[in-house]
Every structure is written in structure tokens, then in C-alpha cells.
């Protein structure tokens, strides 16, 4: 498996620390992609435009420091952009109240105040700052549909009782999901991912795949 773009961009191996541990960048893109999928559960985005909008945000801090500007701010235009491009548009207001309440469990929604406008008016100016940095390059490939693809046909490969009596298809969408935590999606093909996440989903049930002994290649081997 090869990867398609810069080796330490979205969490290569320059990304771990001292003893092995994520480094702090790394921490940081971990918790902010986590508010990206689920404020964007919240504001009822499909798997897609939430892909869509961690891609964007990896992207765009392979390109600028970290310390530049407010990742959450980012992340908060990431979503907003990630609407436009997929075809799934969201108010500037829901993401506020959205983020506000993540941030604040307990607050009401925000007044229509000076405050309200402010932040609105940064989510804009930050998403026109996210594509003049990207240069206007915010679609993706995502691996959504090969997975859809392999796991349909792997379903009908296998018998009826190995796949039910283990959770392959659950577990194998939760692992691609968890990838967007770092940028897996912007390091290896799309087609790839979603063989490695199957790969792994069969390994962690210990499912075999019919006829592998048999054949000249692992059915998990791309080249």
C-alpha cells in the first residue's frame, strides 16, 4: 500500500513523540475531529459531508502551523464548507448553537448579540481562508463506497452463519470512521483504506475468507 501524498502530512510517522505517544499536534487533530463528527451528527450530516469536512480540516493543517489559528474555528468553517460541497448546506446559526452547546452543555442558545455576529462573521472569513490555502481543492475521494462494495460482496462469499455471528460490517465502518481522526485520507488511496479496514475488522473476529489458502495472492493485496 502506497502512500499518495507527503509522508509526515495528516499523522505520518513524524506524529509520535517521546515512547511512542501521539505527539500534542497530534492530540489536538484527535479532539477537534472528534468535535467535527460529532457536532456533525448533531446537525445531522450523512458519513459523507462529515468525511468531507475532516479531510478539509487535515488538509488545511497540513498546509498551515497549528499555532496559526483556532483549530476549533477551523473545524467549525470545515463543517460549513464540507455542506457547500457535498450538497448538504448548514446555517452559520445551527453550527454556532451546535458548538456552543458542545462547548457548554448547559448554556442556552446564543443571542442574535454582537458576540453572535462576531463569531458568525469568523466562520466565514476563516472558511475563504481555508480555500485560498487548499487553492479552491476541497473534494475528496472518500472510501465510503468501496467499502460499501467489498462488504456486499464479501457477504455473499461468506456463509450465512460467519457473518452473522460476527459484527465484520459494524466494526468495519467504525474503523474507517476513526481514521478521519488523523489523515489517513489524505496519505493513501481511497480503495486501499477501505481493504485495510476490512482486512482488519476480519482479523480482530478471526473470519476467514473463502478459498484464501487457495489463491496465488492475499485477497487483501492491491498490487
Known sequence: MEAVGPGTCGGGGAALGAEGRPAPEARVHFRVTRFIMEAGVKLGMRSIPIATACAIYHKFFCEIDLDAYDPYLVAMSSLYLAGKVEEQHLRTRDIINVSNRYFHPDSEPLELDSRFWEL????????????RVLRFQVSFQHPHKYLLHYLV????????????????????????????HGGLCLRFQAQHIAV???????QAYGVEVPAEAEAEKPWWQVR
Open 120 to 131: 458568525r462573521d469568523s466562520i466565514v472569513q476563516c472558511e475563504l481562508l481555508v480555500l
Open 153 to 180: 460482496s464479501l457477504k455473499n462469499w461468506l456463509n450465512r452463519y460467519s457473518w452473522q455471528r460476527s459484527p465484520v460490517s459494524i466494526t468495519a465502518w467504525a474503523l474507517l470512521r476513526d481514521s478521519y
Open 196 to 202: 485495510a479496514v476490512l482486512h482488519l475488522a476480519l
